[in-house]
């Protein structure tokens, strides 16, 4: 599963269009394949222990009740 999420997020920072401003495009691709990677990882639930830390996280921020 890990393989695939990663191979998936990869794909996801090469389709983003580069930006001309390195920083500003780093930040940009870097944001994406961050979120991309957590986000299957969450949904997908490939550990139960990241899946708790993440709900704690969730619901300190108060997205998650």
């Keep these: 599963k890990c393989l695939a999420f990663g ?15 390195f920083i500003i495009d780093l930040f940009i691709r870097c944001s994406a394949v961050c979120t991309v990677f957590v986000g299957l ?9 990241l899946n708790q830390i993440a ?8 997205i998650l009740k």
Excluded: H, M, W
């Design 7 to 21: 191979i998936i997020a990869f794909a996801v920072g090469e389709i983003i269009p580069t930006v001309d401003n």
């Design 41 to 49: 990882c969450y949904f997908f639930p490939v550990s139960a222990d």
């Design 55 to 62: 709900n704690k996280f969730l619901k300190q921020i108060r």
